[in-house]
């Protein structure tokens, strides 16, 4: 009984693959005679075939081409060298040196507090290591020919040492009343006065290095696997209206628990002095690349219902066929 079944399933999947290249002949035998039945109502002047409407369409040659798929994250431009210098001790403000715009180098003043305690008290402990130089002397003189006691010389000693240490430490002091650029870069904001108190801590200028810009985003961790360091990615600044090719060079490692994303940069080309720190740049990074895969418009995708296909020409004829693939 079941070799009788196979045998009644095998010959009826023969009958139906036999059925279907006939109908497919049929198909095209068909298509040749309406053809050629159009050929010659054309030439016999009938023009009711030539008045039906037509609209022309325009074809794209189908070739293998290197797909990218891109996300796109709002970033912004960043700067690993944007700081606001502070001073580093309280005290009245005497002195700006610098203006905005211009260009200062790594430890150049930038502003000057108000110093004159510590100037007074260096001209008096300078009186005081010049009369203890001279005890020094003295007492050294009278030691080297055995003369007086040993406590003598080295008490005269150790005052000169205290007070040369005494002034190398308020000189040390007197530094911290000197505001200095950490960087190289360019004067970008001023945000203090003279005659204003300042405390440590306290904004006071902003210095910003141009040379040393790049993008930076948050990309959500959907995409962790994907965009990595050395992927390619362009980004586009809206307020330039401009588009710059890159590389991703940092991915952190951590997600951020709050906002479950995880930071991405790449390298900015800094020549260009429209740049600036904190302008909104958005970045496409291509999370998706295959070398060759055959590439069409997204405007020759058609819709129905769930379904989505593309037309494509088969050159049976001068004119051509035009069926469809879905995809």
Not at 296 to 301: A, D, E, I, R
Request: aromatic residues 6%; charged residues 30%.
């Amino acid at each position: 009984m079941i070799l009788i079944t196979g045998l009644v399933a095998s010959c009826g999947s023969g009958d139906k693959k036999a059925k279907l290249e006939k109908l497919k002949q049929q198909s095209s035998d068909l298509l040749e005679q309406i053809k050629k039945l159009e050929d010659e109502i054309a030439l016999s002047g009938d023009t009711t075939i030539s008045n039906l409407k037509t609209k022309d369409i325009s074809i794209k040659p189908i070739t293998f081409e290197t797909f990218k798929h891109f996300i796109d994250v709002q970033g912004r431009v960043d700067g690993d060298e944007n700081v606001t210098v502070s001073g580093k001790m309280a005290g009245a403000v005497d002195r700006i040196l610098v203006n905005e715009g211009d260009e200062v180098s790594e430890g150049q003043v930038l502003a000057e507090l108000d110093n004159s305690v510590f100037k007074q008290s260096l001209e008096e402990l300078k009186n005081a290591l010049a009369f203890a130089s001279e005890v020094y002397e003295k007492q050294k003189n009278l030691w080297d020919q055995k003369i007086g006691t040993e406590i003598q010389f080295l008490s005269a000693k150790n005052n000169k040492e205290s007070l040369e240490k005494k002034i190398s430490t308020l000189k040390e002091q007197m530094e911290l009343s000197k505001i200095k650029s950490p960087i190289n870069g360019i004067v970008d904001g001023i945000d203090i006065k003279i005659g204003q108190s300042v405390m440590p801590g306290m904004p006071a200028i902003r210095v910003v290095n141009l040379n040393k810009l790049k993008a930076k985003a948050e990309i959500s961790e959907t995409y962790a696997s994907k965009v990595k360091k050395g992927n390619e990615v362009v980004i586009f600044l809206p307020d330039l209206n401009k588009e710059i090719p890159s590389k991703i060079f940092y991915t952190s490692k951590v997600i951020n628990n709050t906002t479950r994303t995880f930071s991405a940069e790449a390298d900015l080309d800094s020549q260009n002095q429209d740049y600036r720190p904190n302008m909104i740049a958005v970045l496409k990074v291509v999370d998706y690349q295959k070398d060759s895969a055959i590439v069409v418009p997204l405007n020759l995708v058609q819709h129905s219902g769930t379904s989505e296909y593309v037309y494509w020409k088969r050159n049976c004829h001068k004119k051509g066929y035009y069926s469809w693939t879905d995809l």
